[in-house]
């Protein structure tokens, strides 16, 4: 259980969502209220145990909470922006766009690359049958 203890001033900490995981990386500025309200490096507030933000009044939360920092965080919050990135990029994305067709296929072959040098899911993974499996 995460308790007030866990966290220091200067101590690097992750914003979890309570569905996706890692949201966020942030740094604990100070603490204030007495040591009960924890501020972080991206302005927000939390109680000093980091199971709610310091605003919330009621008494069912089912926010974000803040945790320890663990090395595997910062991956997965890098790999979960980009993702998003490359959503927004490619939502707004239509022949009108001003981006130029070299362009487009330079980040095409990248993905291509990318996708080229994954490992190939055996039937079981992909989840086909014996007849989808022979094509």
């Not at 890098?78 to 022949?95: N, V, Y």
């Not at 086909?128 to 094509?135: L, N, V």
Request: hydrophobic share 35%.
């Amino acid at each position: 259980m995460t308790t007030a203890a866990n966290f220091a001033v200067g101590a690097r900490v992750t914003i979890h969502n309570s569905q996706s995981g890692p949201q966020s990386v942030a740094v604990v500025e100070r603490f204030t209220h007495d040591k009960r309200c924890m501020v972080l490096s991206d302005g927000t507030e939390w109680r000093a145990d980091g199971r709610r933000q310091w605003g919330f009044r009621g008494s069912y939360y089912k926010g974000p909470v803040v945790l320890p920092f663990e090395p595997s965080d910062e991956a997965y919050v890098g790999k979960r922006r980009s993702i998003g990135a490359l959503r927004k990029f490619t939502d707004g994305l239509t022949m009108d766009s001003t981006i130029s067709a070299e362009a487009l296929r330079r980040i095409l072959d990248v993905v291509e690359r990318e996708t080229a040098a994954l490992p190939k899911p055996t039937a079981v993974e992909s989840h086909a049958t014996p007849d989808q499996a022979e094509g």
